[in-house]
């Protein structure tokens, strides 16, 4: 593993409390970025601090709801004024009901966590991305 690869670096991960948002968190910080992690679930956040503390890696983790307008100006505002990385790895299907279970409310929460957060994010971070010649053109 290429320990300087992200060096100089800013990523925002989401869900990376657990599971795959963990695993990029990681990755990215070993390989020198700085991370900016946030998840909803503050028990996963605690453990998740005691996870990336025994890999011997600093990731900024913060509560935050990506279906939270206010949540997501605040993740960008802890990123200053660069992010190089933006991996939206949030992700749910409550309580994973078989499709003729599932109710508007559950729905729409999915759609909001799995669609709606990814784009608020990713069109938070774009003119941060442009202004330093990077993202999406």
Not at 30 to 35: D, I, L, Q
Not at 68 to 74: E, K
Not at 99 to 128: C, E, Q, Y
Request: proline letters at 3%; hydrophobic letters at 45%; glycine letters at 10%.
């Amino acid at each position: 593993m290429d320990t300087s690869r992200h060096t100089g670096k800013v990523a925002i991960v989401t869900g990376a409390a657990n599971g795959i948002g963990l695993a990029t968190s990681l990755r990215m910080a070993k390989e020198g970025a700085r991370v900016i992690g946030c998840d909803v679930n503050e028990a996963a956040l605690t453990a998740a601090r005691a996870t990336y503390a025994d890999q011997g890696v600093e990731v900024e983790l913060t509560n935050a709801d990506v279906t939270s307008q206010d949540d997501v100006d605040r993740l960008v505002a802890a990123a200053g004024d660069r992010v190089d990385v933006l991996a939206n790895v949030a992700g749910i299907m409550d309580f994973f009901l078989p499709l003729g279970d599932v109710d508007d409310a559950t729905w729409d929460r999915v759609l909001a966590v799995n669609l709606t957060g990814p784009m608020r994010l990713s069109r938070a971070v774009i003119p941060l991305m442009l202004a330093q010649g990077g993202g999406p053109s």
